[in-house]
């Protein structure tokens, strides 16, 4: 899996997209609130993990993760 975090604008937050190998988009989600988007594919224990790794992350980078 892939996270990649997307800048937003003024009006549109910033965003992370979850891609899978193939880099097809699986969810995505604001970078601010992530426990509903985790719940719903089933990885919420992993909440402060992905947490740390989006606020590492620089815009445009993409992130390889394991589930």
Do not use: W
């Not at 549109?12 to 899978?20: A, F, M, T």
């Not at 193939?22 to 719940?39: N, Q």
Request: glycine content about 8%; overall charge positive; hydrophobic content about 35%.
């Amino acid at each position: 899996m892939y996270l990649i975090k997307t800048k937003g604008t003024s009006k549109i937050p910033d965003y992370v997209q979850v891609r899978d190998d193939s880099f097809t988009l699986i969810h995505h989600f604001k970078c601010g609130k992530p426990e509903k988007a985790l719940r719903a594919m089933g990885i919420e224990n992993r909440v402060g993990e992905i947490n740390q790794i989006v606020e590492n992350a620089k815009y445009g980078e993409l992130v390889s993760f394991d589930i």
